[in-house]
């Protein structure tokens, strides 16, 4: 037999339903905000991901399926969406009329080799948004707001929004500077992984999980003393545009986020402190940095697997359908045509509609009305069908009628 590869899973059954509600719900509030979908290639130039997310990030450095397909060539399986869809941008030079944003959102697998555990898979989906050409903190407070709409849509009120900024590039390399004076006396306390964050990118150190706790983190330089003023007020009309729209958020000293193309506003969303259901900020230089103009842009994605689970834990009721609207029994071949005609023209008719098709008793198929938890059933009768008439009974009241065949679907429509 073979299994399933480490940190997948099959989508079927409930699951399935589920998922198809909560795209519907996303779906339709992308199109409130008026962005249009995207989905871009599972495999790229690993360059591009390498590149755009940063050669020092822990994601490009442990986490990237990269390999060599047979032309030779370096390809890297998705492990995120933003780097994708600027590919997609500079490609088709979105940018060179930009009189309005360009907003797309995605829902898209994602590959990345982690340790799996609950809510963290090797193979996840993220339903993400990423906004080109405005660098007005209202773009900023767009983006935090359809986040905060998304999650509280889906029946998940509690949420917070938890928010840093990380200034513009003068900001950040006074940040930079100052966590490496901080953290050298320290750096031997902290653990293997931090010592090498120290090196590569210092920030990183911030939001280790291993040292998560730790008081040489916790008393850790602050971003927030370290912006210019451009950057500080910036960020201060962002929270009071948050606070006009009544999002809860909280200000997190020590929020950085993993990937190296953000500046300015970053922000997560957690649950009862718990890991992030999904992350976001803006990447001003990123467009740039993949070979096009210098295009602001502004995003959040979110782990969506992870806030299906969240969804389920918090007992958050997920409207799917468990029942069907008619099964049609039959036991004689002449019955047995008719029921071919009749579930054609139900299913044609908007009704979802089950038949036996593995030759089963008549004793069997209602055993299967019941599992299906059909609404109404229609028993076929080679007598009833001489002259026309068809029985259906409706399930949850027992009634029986006798109908015209050519009535069906204008009784059912009145019935349902
Ligand atoms: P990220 O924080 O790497 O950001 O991922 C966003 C969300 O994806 C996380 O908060 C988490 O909920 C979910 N996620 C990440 N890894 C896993 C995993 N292994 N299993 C399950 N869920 C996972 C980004 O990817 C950025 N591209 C977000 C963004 C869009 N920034 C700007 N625009």
């Not at 990423?130 to 949420?159: H, K």
């Not at 000293?253 to 402190?273: A, C, I, K, P, S």
Request: aromatic letters at 12%; a negative charge.
């Amino acid at each position: 037999m073979i299994t399933k590869q480490k940190g997948t899973y099959d989508i079927y059954g409930d699951l399935a339903k589920k998922r198809a509600y909560v795209n519907d719900v996303l779906a339709a509030l992308c199109e409130k905000y008026n962005y249009g979908y995207i989905e871009t290639p599972v495999f790229e130039a690993s360059e591009l991901f390498h590149r755009g997310v940063g050669e020092s990030t822990d994601m490009v450095k442990k986490e990237t399926y990269d390999f060599q397909d047979r032309g030779e060539r370096s390809i890297t399986l998705r492990p995120e969406g933003t780097a994708g869809v600027v590919r997609w941008f500079v490609e088709n030079k979105l940018y060179g009329n930009m009189t309005d944003p360009v907003k797309v959102f995605y829902n898209m697998k994602m590959y990345r080799y982690e340790r799996p555990q609950s809510g963290r898979n090797r193979e996840f989906t993220q339903w993400g948004f990423e906004c080109f050409g405005s660098d007005d903190v209202m773009s900023d407070a767009e983006v935090v707001s359809l986040a905060y709409n998304a999650y509280r849509l889906l029946g998940l009120d509690d949420i917070t929004i938890k928010i840093n900024s990380l200034g513009d590039t003068e900001s950040r390399d006074n940040y930079r500077a100052a966590l490496k004076e901080y953290f050298a006396p320290h750096i031997k306390d902290l653990c293997p992984d931090c010592q090498d964050r120290f090196e590569r990118n210092p920030l990183r150190i911030l939001d280790c999980k291993f040292d998560a706790g730790n008081e040489i983190i916790t008393n850790a330089p602050k971003t927030l003393d370290y912006l210019n003023a451009e950057s500080k007020e910036r960020f201060d009309k962002l929270l009071s545009m948050l606070d006009m729209m009544d999002i809860n958020y909280e200000i997190d000293t020590n929020l950085v986020r993993g990937l190296d193309y953000y500046n300015h506003m970053v922000f997560e969303v957690v649950l009862n402190d718990s890991y992030a259901l999904g992350g976001g900020g803006r990447y001003n230089g990123l467009v740039e940095t993949l070979g096009g103009p210098s295009v602001p842009g502004v995003g959040f994605a979110m782990g969506y697997d992870r806030t299906i689970l969240a969804m389920e834990e918090n007992g958050v009721n997920i409207p799917i359908n468990d029942s069907i609207d008619v099964y049609v029994l039959y036991v004689s071949d002449t019955e047995k045509e008719t029921a071919s005609y009749l579930v054609q023209d139900l299913r044609l008719n908007g009704f979802i509609t089950e038949t036996d098709t593995m030759n089963k008793s008549l004793k069997a198929q209602f055993k299967s009305v019941d599992r299906y938890n059909s609404k109404y059933m229609i028993i076929l009768n080679d007598e009833d069908l001489k002259s026309n008439k068809i029985k259906i009974k409706d399930n949850k009241t027992k009634e029986e009628e006798l109908i015209g065949i050519n009535d069906l679907v204008d009784y059912l429509d009145m019935h349902m």
